[in-house]
């Protein structure tokens, strides 16, 4: 169950009502958001060790900017090598919520949780 409310997708709103300008925001009970942090915080915790050291994505105190840190002094000794460099960055954020259950479960099993 859930509480949705419509959402102007640009403030302010243009047109009111229009749902084409509009976009379902789910409101999440409080206790439900620190369950989850909880849980997360646990998670994490137990799986920190195994993660790839350039993770960057949903690790608090990390962002695309220590992601860029990181790799620019390898772009300047590929471009000062005569090499090029390409990069394609992606965001993945919407991409979690069609993620299989199963094999999340399968993963974090694997990871002995």
């Known amino acids: ?4 409310i419509p959402e102007p997708k640009v403030h302010p709103a243009t047109t009111v009502g229009l749902l084409s300008e509009q976009q379902p925001i789910s409101l999440t009970v409080t206790i439900i ?14 799986v920190y060790d ?5 993770q960057y994505g949903l ?4 962002s695309t900017t220590h992601a860029l ?6 772009w300047s000794e590929a471009l000062d090598n005569g090499k090029s460099v390409r990069t ?3 965001d993945y954020a919407k991409a979690f919520g069609h993620v299989d259950h199963g094999t999340v479960q399968q993963k974090l099993h694997n990871y002995g949780v």
């Not at 195994?50 to 350039?54: E, G, K, N, S």
């Not at 690790?59 to 990390?62: A, P």
């Not at 840190?69 to 390898?74: A, I, K, R, S």
């Open 33 to 46: 958001k620190q369950l989850e942090a909880t849980v997360g915080g646990c998670i994490l915790e137990h």
């Open 50 to 54: 195994v993660l790839d050291h350039q």
């Open 59 to 62: 690790l608090n105190g990390q």
């Open 88 to 90: 394609l960055f992606v």
């Open 1 to 4: 169950m859930a509480n949705i």
């Open 69 to 74: 840190v990181d790799v620019l002094p390898q």
